[in-house]
T-cell receptor, first 114, second 115 residues
Framework: DAGVTQSPTHLIKTRGQQVTLRCSPISGHKSVSWYQQVLGQGPQFIFQYYEKEERGRGNFPDRFSARQFPNYSSELNVNALLLGDSALYLC?????????????FGPGTRLTVT | AQSVTQLDSQVPVFEEAPVELRCNYSSSVSVYLFWYVQYPNQGLQLLLKYLSGSTLVKGINGFEAEFNKSQTSFHLRKPSVHISDTAEYFCAVSEIEAGANNLFFGTGTRLTVIP
């Protein structure tokens, strides 16, 4: 079975622009989480969606938003990009919304803001 | 608030030698504990997890970890490392509460296995 897929792989944007990152979970998984990993740091939780509803939100500004579609894929949107938004954005899927179920991570989208 | 401290940012070790990667956490409630590995230019892969029961947890690739509640630690060990174990290792916690669904990661430990 295919794992978690993310697109695009790499992205270069200019300050002030907007970006949309996409994630397709493993077939049958209904929960998608987003994490930001700045170079040299551990991933930081941004959002979790389960059954198309937001179930958790990390300490990120309102410039960050996300949604989940009926097929359980998800998009992460970031508006008014700042240089500090440059990072690897990771998507993880799991069968259900609760933590005990293993989260399977995708390869990430590397965003560079210039 | 929860926090995770990985005490060593870099750990060099010779091939076939044992290794221990240290992780301490802080939380006011009970937690689930995880170790993930990240190979260059890849996402995270779960090595092992502690949810309840036996405090010694065995994972993939010969790794194991021991949960010590009194010391709030969850150190990762392997008796004999291989070149292929060179990677970044992350300890993560999640608080056990209704709706808890996010992982809180440490800053990572880079393990370098020397031939």
């Amino acid at each position: 079975d295919a794992g978690v897929t993310q697109s695009p792989t790499h992205l270069i944007k200019t300050r002030g622009q907007q970006v949309t990152l996409r994630c397709s979970p493993i077939s049958g998984h209904k929960s998608v989480s987003w994490y930001q990993q700045v170079l040299g740091q551990g991933p930081q939780f941004i959002f979790q969606y389960y059954e198309k509803e937001e179930r958790g939100r990390g300490n990120f500004p309102d410039r960050f938003s996300a949604r989940q579609f009926p097929n359980y894929s998800s998009e992460l949107n970031v508006n008014a990009l700042l240089l500090g938004d440059s990072a690897l954005y990771l998507c993880a899927s799991s069968p259900y919304g609760g933590v005990p179920y293993e989260q399977y991570f995708g390869p990430g989208t590397r965003l560079t803001v210039t | 608030a929860q926090s995770v401290t990985q005490l060593d940012s870099q750990v060099p070790v010779f091939e076939e030698a044992p290794v221990e990667l240290r992780c301490n956490y802080s939380s006011s409630v009970s937690v689930y504990l995880f170790w993930y590995v990240q190979y260059p230019n890849q996402g995270l892969q779960l090595l092992l997890k502690y949810l309840s029961g036996s405090t010694l947890v065995k994972g993939i690739n010969g790794f194991e970890a021991e949960f010590n509640k009194s010391q709030t630690s969850f150190h990762l060990r392997k008796p004999s490392v291989h070149i292929s174990d060179t990677a970044e290792y992350f300890c993560a916690v999640s608080e056990i509460e209704a709706g808890a669904n996010n992982l809180f990661f440490g800053t990572g430990t880079r393990l370098t296995v020397i031939p």
